[in-house]
């Protein structure tokens, strides 16, 4: 199994509108092959960064899906949102415990 990391971080005070599209997001994800479990979490002492944890079965599954479903699953991400210049970054990690 692996993670996807995900970071960004919010410019324009957009942060409350970020998180309610992940709380009631529509779910486009789940349904992916070798989809395991999504995270969105956000720093306490920086609440406009926001992480999200993917969990794939395999890195195959996560490229594949990030190839060719990436922008559907953005759909639902609020109008006007800018982030900070450069602030987005994707990290793997191979999952070693549960």
């Excluded at 992480?51 to 006007?80: A, C, N, V």
């Amino acid at each position: 199994m692996i993670a996807a990391i995900s970071k960004f971080e919010i410019q324009n005070g957009m942060e409350v509108e970020v998180k309610n599209a992940f709380k009631n997001r529509t779910g486009l994800v789940e349904n992916a092959k070798g989809f395991v479990r999504l995270d969105v979490l956000s720093p306490i002492n920086n609440p406009a960064e926001i992480h999200l944890i993917t969990y794939w079965e395999s890195d195959e599954d996560f490229e594949y899906w990030h190839r060719h479903h990436l922008k559907e699953s953005h759909q639902h991400i609020p109008k006007g949102l800018k982030l900070v210049n450069k602030s987005w970054e994707l990290t793997k990690y191979e999952h070693i415990s549960s």
